[in-house]
């Protein structure tokens, strides 16, 4: 009998809902957004929403030169050099039931820090089946933490050469590009640009497929947001 388990981690990238489902467990938020003046702790509520008992796994990992070609992923087990303190590592959730996983901020603040932690179900006891491959989907979720850092600034300066887009974040945190859209000059067609995160000394560029046009957009940092419109027939 051969077991496959394969897990699947819901990317952080729906910013329109405040909880999101699939499968048996639901979180109640994918993104944790830490600003300086903010108290450094916050929790996430995991929920069974099925109908047997679930092991819930807990793994924080830093993201090391986020955005670029060399972005990777490092777990460090110990909290105090990681930064962030996520408690408990393992959970065990009966039907119906609802735990708090707590995020919290260690150190200092004097640079951005970027983290993704992996909740997902792990697997237990035995499966029975006779003489058929059993797979067994067990689907996790992915949360970002942003620690945000002193003085924040998100300097994201914007151009237009050869009709390229080129957005630079020259602050000290990172900010998303969302809603850009570009239409021809009569309206009659438009071309949506997916959202980007722009960390800090990141450069993004858009391919713009109309010359004498606009193209709009909005730069959000945590809750504040701002919209855009910018001539895209500049040399």
Not at 6 to 22: D, G, Q, R, T
Not at 133 to 160: C, F, H
Not at 189 to 203: D, Q, S
């Amino acid at each position: 009998m051969v077991y496959q388990i394969f897990y699947k981690i819901m990317p952080v990238l729906c910013l329109l809902f405040s909880s999101y489902s699939f499968a048996n467990i639901r979180i109640s938020q994918s993104i944790i957004d830490f600003w300086p003046e903010q108290i450094a702790r916050q929790d996430i509520s995991v929920f069974n929403e099925g109908s047997k008992r679930i092991f819930v796994e807990v793994t924080p990992y830093e993201i090391i030169k986020p955005g670029t070609e060399n972005e990777k992923r490092s777990y460090e087990p110990n909290p105090e050099k990681r930064g962030l303190l996520v408690s408990p590592a393992k959970l065990i959730l009966e039907p119906g039931e609802m735990k708090i996983v707590r995020f919290a901020l260690l150190g200092s603040k004097d640079k951005e820090r970027i983290y993704r932690t992996t909740i997902k179900p792990v697997p237990y006891g035995e499966i029975k089946s006779n003489q058929k491959i059993m797979v067994k989907v067990l689907v996790g979720y992915e949360v970002l933490v942003i620690a945000r850092p002193k003085n924040t600034d998100s300097n994201i300066q914007v151009s237009i050469k050869e009709g390229v887009a080129i957005f630079t974040n020259t602050g000290n945190t990172n900010a998303l590009l969302l809603n850009a859209v570009q239409c021809d000059s009569n309206d009659d067609k438009c071309t949506h640009f997916p959202a980007k995160r722009l960390y800090p000394g990141i450069t993004h560029k858009i391919p713009l497929p109309y010359s004498a046009s606009v193209l709009k957009y909005i730069l959000s940092t945590g809750n504040k947001q701002q919209h855009f419109t910018l001539e895209t027939n500049s040399k």
